[in-house]
Every structure is written in C-alpha cells, then in structure tokens.
Nanobody, 119 residues
Framework: QVRLVESGGGSVQTGESLRLSCVVS????????MGWYRQAPGKQRELVAS???????NIAASVEGRFTISRDVAKNTGFLQMNSLKPEDTAVYFC?????????????WGQGTQVTVSS
C-alpha cells in the first residue's frame, strides 16, 4: 500500500504564495504520474497539475502562470508551488500518484490539505 502525505496548506491573503509537498512512502518509480487535484465546497474534484516521471507537465488553464509542479525523485516528494493566490483557489488540495493503464491497481491519494485564500 502506497501512502501519500500532503503538507503546506494554510490560510493566506490574496496575492500570497504557498508551497504544497507530497511525500510518497516508497520510491517514485518510472511510468508514474503525480498529480495535484483540488476540491472546493459544493464542487467536483478537478485536476490542477500533473507531472510524469519523464517530466511532461499538464497545468490547468485556471492556474497556468501561477502554479508550478515539480518533484524530487530522490526524496520521493512532489511539490506544488502556488503563487499569486486568489480566493477562487480556496479548496482542499489532494496529491495523487498513478500508473497509466493500471487503473485502480495503482491509484493512490493523500488525505488532503486545506488552502484558504482571503481577499
């Protein structure tokens, strides 16, 4: 069982920054995709950003230019740098690790970390 633990959430003002971390309980092997999702109250969970072990990234249009995804494979850790935060970024942020093609057999989630942005 792979465990993911997020940290770094908090309450900030508009325009400030936060850096989320996601520590994985085992080495991040090849062919995995790490993603950051968020879920605001009353809304569906949405993809914010993802990165494959090959370095290919996918950033949601709503955060492009403000958020950056990265990973430190040696430390089994992924990051989401969030700059110029807006109130609409308020949500619970979840880390996800999956291997494309394996479906639920390799699809793990963290417990989530709250991000609150006030105006």
């Amino acid at each position: 069982q792979v465990r993911l633990v997020e940290s770094g959430g908090g309450s900030v003002q508009t325009g400030e920054s936060l850096r989320l971390s996601c520590v994985v309980s085992e080495p991040i092997t090849s062919l995995t995709v790490m993603g950051w999702y968020r879920q605001a109250p009353g809304k569906q969970r949405e993809l914010v950003a993802s990165m494959s072990t090959g370095g290919h990234t996918n950033i949601a249009a709503s955060v492009e230019g403000r958020f950056t995804i990265s990973r430190d494979v040696a430390k089994n850790t992924g990051f989401l740098q969030m700059n110029s935060l807006k109130p609409e970024d308020t949500a619970v942020y979840f880390c996800n690790l999956k291997r494309p093609g394996m479906g639920s057999k390799y699809d793990y989630w963290g417990q989530g970390t709250q991000v609150t942005v006030s105006s």
